[in-house]
Structures are given as structure tokens and as C-alpha cells.
């Protein structure tokens, strides 16, 4: 196993331990564990590239890591009342509807590769994190909502064009 693996890898871990610091409201370990995996997302991407270690192990685990990163975070974040529901429900909705449509590529034969980002994607994923991040940084929990007109604009933007890019392949039937 490479590097950017194991960094995929720290990530996921780290996941379960920044669900427990939100949990008991440990907001500084919080964002410390958060920051940990938003730079360990940056550098699994970034040393597979340089060390030319990009592996289909990699082009997998790495989004997986990231939506449970991001998904946990917004769904913890929800229920304690930091981020709207709806904020909440977008993104959700969003990484469902990516995952079931992959799903339905997959098992339906259709030619699928590992899964790619867009740029919308990664822009969506960064909004994400840094919307995480400025909640958790900010000790008096007043922050303003053009974070989340971000996250939910971008979110939306990377949820219809990826709708778009499978309803192409499907009309494509790229068939293996």
C-alpha cells in the first residue's frame, strides 16, 4: 500500500474520532482532527501525483474517505443545530443521489471507471471544508449564512452536472 493510500486511510480513521470530539462538544479537538483530515485530503492527492502512485485502490478510497469525512461532519454538525437542516439535506441528497447513480452505472453494466471529481465537485468539497472549518474555529457559533449559500450553490451546481454526465453515458449506453 502507497502513501496517498494511507493517507486515505488516515483519513476514514480519523473520521470516527471527530464524530466522538463533536459529540461531547470538544470543539478545539474537533477542528484539530478536521484540519488533520482536510490536509491529509490535500496531500494523498498531491504525493500520488508527485510520486506517480495513482492506483485504482486510490481512486476509490479517496472519494470515499472524503464523503464520509464531509457527510459525517454535516450530519453532526445538523443535529447539534450548527448548520440548517437544509444546508444539511443538500449535501446529503447530493452525494446520495452521486452514489446511487454510480451504483446504478455499475450494476447495470455500463462502462464506469473509477470515480473522477469535476472541477464543480472539488469546488463543492472545498466549500464544504472550509464551511466545517469556520464553524468549528468560531467559539461564540455566530457565523454568517454566505457559507451556506456556498455550500448549497456549489453542492447543487456538482450534484446537476454529475445527474448530467451519467444521463450521458446512459444515452450512450457505454456498455462494457
Request: hydrophobic letters at 55%; charged letters at 10%.
Amino acid at each position: 500500500m502507497n502513501l496517498p493510500n494511507v493517507l486515505s486511510l488516515f483519513r476514514l480513521c480519523l473520521t470516527a474520532f471527530f464524530i466522538l470530539a463533536m459529540t461531547y462538544q470538544r470543539y478545539t479537538a474537533a477542528l484539530a482532527l478536521f484540519v488533520a483530515q482536510a490536509v491529509s485530503d490535500l496531500l494523498d492527492g498531491f504525493f500520488a501525483r508527485m510520486m506517480h502512485k495513482k492506483t485504482d485502490l486510490g481512486a476509490w478510497l479517496d472519494p470515499i474517505a472524503d464523503k464520509v469525512m464531509l457527510v459525517s461532519s454535516y450530519l453532526v454538525l445538523g443535529f447539534q443545530e450548527i448548520i440548517p437542516f437544509r444546508v444539511v439535506a443538500v449535501v446529503l441528497l447530493r452525494d446520495a443521489v452521486l452514489v446511487l447513480g454510480f451504483l446504478f452505472l455499475h450494476f447495470f453494466s455500463y462502462r464506469t471507471v473509477p470515480p473522477s471529481p469535476s472541477l464543480l465537485g472539488k469546488m463543492a468539497t472545498l466549500f464544504q471544508m472550509v464551511t466545517v472549518l469556520y464553524l468549528l474555529w468560531s467559539a461564540t457559533r455566530e457565523f454568517q449564512t454566505y457559507f451556506f449559500y456556498g455550500v448549497a450553490a456549489f453542492t447543487i451546481l456538482s450534484g446537476l452536472q454529475y445527474f448530467v454526465l451519467g444521463i450521458t453515458a446512459l444515452s450512450r449506453k457505454e456498455m462494457v
